[in-house]
């Protein structure tokens, strides 16, 4: 089993900055690829960026130049680093996992966390 918890959340205002953690433990070899995602009121869950152990990460086009995704792996941790907030960047955040490639479908992920409220006021 993969155990995410997220941390980092809260209030900021508009152009500010917040820096999201996720923490993985248990099988954590079983995974290769993890992501942000985050879902606003009465909105899917979307995605936000998404990044394997080792090279390539994704970010989606509408927090791209703002957000940044990082790991740090022997620590089995993910960062989102998010810049220039936005009010429409509201929404709880939820770390996942998957083993295989980044993809941007949520169903394609097997580990998901609590999520953590970021909320961005103007």
């Known amino acids: 089993q993969v155990h995410l918890v997220e941390s980092g959340g809260g209030l900021v205002q508009a152009g500010g900055s917040l820096r999201l953690s996720c923490a993985a433990s248990?099988?954590?070899?079983?995974?290769?690829?993890m992501g942000w995602f985050r879902q606003a009121p009465g909105k899917e869950r979307e995605f936000v960026a998404g990044m394997r152990w080792i090279g390539s990460n994704t970010i989606a086009d509408s927090v791209k130049g703002r957000f940044t995704i990082s790991r740090e792996n022997a620590k089995n941790m993910l960062y989102l680093q998010m810049n220039s907030l936005k009010s429409e960047d509201t929404a709880v955040y939820y770390c996942?996992?998957?083993?295989?490639?980044?993809?941007?479908?949520?169903?394609?992920?097997?580990?998901w966390g609590q999520g953590t409220q970021v909320t961005v006021s103007s």
């Open positions: 248990g099988r954590t070899l079983s995974f290769d690829a």
């Open positions: 996942a996992a998957k083993s295989g490639g980044i993809v941007t479908a949520t169903s394609l992920y097997d580990y």
